[in-house]
């Protein structure tokens, strides 16, 4: 029951508290921006079943791999694509932390 809870408060508090502290000028920008990497879970179709509530997202997807999360972290180096990475990396740490409570 606290499961989802966490995950999706992760998924979309997060991004908000980051984008209210450090773009506080352009906040909602910044947000939404963040909430687009959700778009990684669209390699959740590849998977079968589409869905298993009982599987571990990280290493088995593949925006979901550790190679993937190298580019991520790599987008945080530069300012163009650091939102993004950012929003990225929050994904992650939500689906990490989803295993981790299974």
């Known amino acids: 029951m606290l499961q989802p809870i966490v995950h999706y408060g992760i998924h979309f508090g997060l991004p908000l508290v980051f984008a209210l502290v450090f773009f506080k000028n352009s906040w909602s920008k910044a947000y939404i921006i963040m909430i687009l990497g959700m778009l990684i ?50 994904h992650i740490i939500a689906d990490y932390v989803d295993c981790y409570l299974m």
């Open 41 to 90: 879970d669209l390699d959740h179709v590849l998977a079968d079943p589409i869905f298993d509530a009982n599987r571990c997202s990280i290493n088995f997807h593949p925006l979901h791999t550790y190679y993937a999360m190298c580019m991520y972290i790599l987008l945080l180096l530069f300012k163009k694509t650091r939102l993004i990475g950012i929003g990225l990396c929050i």
